[in-house]
């Protein structure tokens, strides 16, 4: 039995399988309908979600399974103080398959050492996210063609965004790859991700404040919300959250071909009036997530 944690527990071989099998599911559909029939994914989610958690769910739904579960921890026993690791537990009796979002670092993981069935990181804290990352990957692919010789701008947030920490973790395995990392000082990306994942693989990399300064050498721009839930004062937060407002102004020395990138939940990082500029990836992005995550899904169910 196979859970996923960190976006590392994949190699980039299974990795290319999963992003061949949701192209497959993109293109036949009707081929996947009974695949996971009889079988239940359980989501819990003790943190908020739109795109995970829904995008979990119609997968299950479209793969023929069902689904369970709760999407805020007060609507759960935790309220009453139950541990993750007995919450798990007891749901493993009741689900196939569990996709767990967590505030807590390190919470799914210690889900996964009790649980009986499969368990998916779908967040843990300012940590990792797994299929957010596996869901950008699919995007990169489709619309560059490849995974290799990029140069990728990661703008905002780059200190909490769990989304970035598992991004340059994957994308720090292919061929020709060189970062961008733009940000305020208080929120650069954590030594821990930089050294393992850049400085010592060696990795060509920009560390800069301004967008402006590097926008024309992007091929990728991955766009970030400052993520207000993991400030500890809210007077941070206000000095920090318009940091960077992407708008066609700025976009005017970018790349033709550029794709820009970004999780989701926007805040004000990305201007409504780029949204109909054609290198604007991100609702084509959120949308390739249930279909990635349809192929993950079968992938850790053994299903064929
Ligand atoms: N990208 C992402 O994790 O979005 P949600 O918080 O809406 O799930």
């Known amino acids: ?31 996947y309908r009974e695949k996971c029939r009889y079988k239940k994914l359980a989501t819990l989610f003790f943190e908020p979600s739109t795109r995970t958690r829904l995008s979990f769910e119609a997968a299950m739904l479209e793969l023929g399974g069902s689904v369970l579960g709760f999407s805020e921890a007060a609507s759960s026993s935790s309220a009453k103080g139950e541990s993750v690791s007995d919450t798990v537990k007891i749901v493993s009796g009741y689900a196939d398959i569990i996709a767990m979002r967590h505030f807590k670092e390190g919470a799914p993981l210690v889900a996964s050492m009790k649980s009986d069935v499969p368990v998916i990181n779908a967040g843990d804290g300012g940590h990792n996210h797994p299929t957010q990352t596996l869901a950008d990957l699919l995007t990169i692919k489709r619309e560059k063609g490849s995974l290799n010789d990029l140069t990728i701008g990661l703008c905002g947030d780059l200190k909490f965004g769990r989304t970035v920490h598992s991004l340059i973790a994957a994308m720090s395995r292919y061929k020709g790859i060189k970062f961008t990392l733009i940000s305020p000082d208080e929120l650069k990306l954590p030594s821990y991700v930089k050294n393992t994942y850049i400085t010592l693989k060696n990795i060509p990399c920009t560390e800069t404040n301004s967008l402006e300064e590097v926008m024309s050498n992007l091929d990728i721009l991955y766009m970030t919300r400052v993520q207000k839930e993991r400030f500890f004062n809210e007077e941070d937060y206000l000095r920090l959250k318009d940091s960077y ?23 004000n990082e990305i201007s409504t009036e780029v949204d109909s500029d054609p290198r604007a990836s991100y609702f084509r992005q959120a949308k390739n997530g249930k279909y990635i995550r349809m192929a993950l899904i079968m992938m850790l169910l053994g299903v064929e």
């Open 1 to 31: 039995m196979r859970s996923l944690i960190d976006i590392l527990d994949l190699t980039t071989e299974e990795i290319d399988a999963l992003i061949e099998k949701a192209k497959d599911i993109m293109l036949r559909p009707d081929a």
């Open 245 to 267: 407002i992407l708008t066609p102004d700025k976009l005017k020395n970018a790349k033709k071909e550029l794709s820009i990138l970004h999780p989701l939940p926007r805040v």
